[in-house]
Nanobody
Framework: VQLQASGGGLVQAGGSLRLSCAAS????????MGWHRQAPGKQRELVAA?????????????NYADSVKGRFFMSLDNAKNTVYLLMNGLKLEDTAVYYC??????????WGQGTLVTVSS
């Protein structure tokens, strides 16, 4: 199983980015997938996750951390076996390395390599 994350970069506060996580060896639509982030000096936190294996391509069954609700949106592309995280209204405190992972809550969870998001003022 491999998870390849991409899409990070430098963005001004208030801007948007879309992260991608291409999976191989695992079907994202039938597994609980999540996006985590780790800011400098802080613990890794879960920011978004699908709530069950039966998710729609629009990612309707998705849970979000309170800090990103209404700004971040997780979705799936079944044809590309890819998970996305659309981040709008970015804030300085969103600066972190973002990781995709799955399946969550299983005996073995796989992690992508992380992609850096830097929000500037």
């Amino acid at each position: 199983v491999q998870l390849q994350a991409s899409g990070g970069g430098l963005v001004q506060a208030g801007g948007s980015l879309r992260l991608s996580c291409a999976a191989s060896g695992m079907i994202v639509s039938t597994n609980i997938m999540g996006w985590h982030r780790q800011a400098p000096g802080k613990q890794r936190e879960l920011v978004a996750a699908t709530s069950s294996g039966a998710v729609t391509s629009s990612g309707d069954l998705t849970n979000y951390a309170d800090s990103v609700k209404g700004r971040f949106f997780m979705s799936l592309d079944n044809a590309k076996n890819t998970v996305y995280l659309l981040m709008n209204g970015l804030k300085l405190e969103d600066t972190a390395v973002y990781y995709c992972a799955g399946p969550l809550g299983s005996l073995k969870t796989y992690w992508g390599q992380g992609t850096l998001v830097t929000v500037s003022s």
